[in-house]
């Protein structure tokens, strides 16, 4: 695995070594001595897959505030995504700052987002899949959220928006009161 570092702290974009022959290929896409050289020491305490059918669609931006903040390695393994992450930690240098990178099956990347960041994501094809590793448990009390559109953040969707949940609509806007994380 490669290891390069975001433009927004203690997050990294993981590209993939595969291995390959006439048969295909095959890649590690986690080892603990590996992801220790990153800092990175939690358990992976749940994993997910999710499935989005419809081009377009806009998944975020979650997070679960402490002490349950959670870090997250994201995959996608079927279809294309475009990936987001919020820097939300107050004593960050890039707080409220965002940073998108794409994924897919076919470019095998991977995003590792650090506590305290919100996450979310827009298809770029139909039928997308992602797994999900996360340290912390779903937590609902402990989950928010920010408005995908909101324009204190200004995130550049590569596309117009298209389904999206009406818990995700409903996440509020940052106002001057936010404290971070």
Same mark, same amino acid.
């Given at each position: 695995?490669?290891? &390069?570092?975001?433009?927004? +702290? ?12 006439? /048969? ?6 986690? $080892? @603990? ?19 989005? =059918?419809?081009? =377009? ?9 402490? +002490? ?7 995959? $996608?393994?079927?279809? /294309? ?7 939300? /930690? @107050? ?12 994924? &897919? =099956? ?11 960041? =919100?996450?979310?994501?827009? %298809?770029?094809?139909?039928? $997308? ?14 989950? %928010? ?14 596309? +117009?928006?298209? &389904?999206?949940?009406? /818990? ?10 936010? @404290?971070?994380?």
């Amino acid at each position: 695995m490669i290891f &390069s570092p975001t433009p927004l +702290p203690d997050s990294y974009l993981i590209d993939l070594e595969p291995f390959t022959d006439e /048969r295909g290929w095959f890649a590690r896409f986690y $080892c @603990k001595k590996e992801f220790q050289q990153i800092g990175h020491e939690k358990e992976w305490v749940q994993m997910n897959h999710s499935f989005t =059918a419809q081009q =377009a669609t806009i998944r975020g931006m979650h997070f679960q505030v402490h +002490p349950y903040a959670e870090i997250k390695l994201v995959r $996608c393994i079927a279809g /294309r995504i475009f990936d987001v992450i919020i820097d939300l /930690r @107050k004593a960050s240098p890039t707080f409220l700052q965002w940073f998108g990178i794409e994924l &897919s =099956a076919k470019n095998k990347k991977m995003l590792y987002i650090p506590g305290g960041f =919100a996450h979310g994501f827009q %298809s770029l094809t139909d039928n $997308c899949e992602l797994i999900y590793h996360h340290t912390e448990y779903f937590t609902p009390e402990a989950e %928010s959220g920010i408005r995908y559109n909101d324009p204190g953040i200004n995130i550049q969707w590569p596309l +117009p928006a298209g &389904s999206i949940s009406e /818990r995700d609509t409903g996440h509020p806007y940052i106002d001057k009161n936010f @404290k971070g994380l």
